[in-house]
Nanobody, 122 residues
Framework: VQLQASGGGLVQAGGSLGLSCLAS????????MGWFRQAPGKEREFVAA????????ISGNFVKGRFGISRDNAKNTVYPQMNNLEPEDTANYYC????????????????WGQGTLVTVSS
């Protein structure tokens, strides 16, 4: 499965961004789709995941109700949504796929996209 993330860019603090992750070579209905982020000098961290049945899990560590995620299996695309962005959200955002029912750990994900950079200015 190949994953193509897009939608990143420069946004002011308090703004919103809608990302997307398009899959090819496979159907996302067979996978739990996860989103992770990695800031310079930091480890990759879990942001959100949407399971095969559409149930979503959002990280509680830093999201504070600001982020959401959805999927459209017919379009083979996942849509993370980020609102009320903060400078601390600046990072490369990656989509990933796993056959597991659910995981928030990057080591459990088999397929990864190339990442899309989100920069939040203060």
């Amino acid at each position: 499965v190949q994953l193509q993330a897009s939608g990143g860019g420069l946004v002011q603090a308090g703004g919103s961004l809608g990302l997307s992750c398009l899959a090819s070579g496979g159907t996302i209905s067979s996978y739990t789709m996860g989103w992770f982020r990695q800031a310079p000098g930091k480890e990759r961290e879990f942001v959100a995941a949407t399971r095969k049945n559409g149930v979503s899990t959002i990280s509680g560590n830093f999201v504070k109700g600001r982020f959401g995620i959805s999927r459209d299996n017919a379009k083979n695309t996942v849509y993370p949504q980020m609102n009320n962005l903060e400078p601390e959200d600046t990072a490369n955002y990656y989509c990933a796929a796993t056959m597991l029912y659910y995981s928030g750990h990057p080591n459990d994900y088999t397929y990864w996209g190339q990442g899309t950079l989100v920069t939040v200015s203060s």
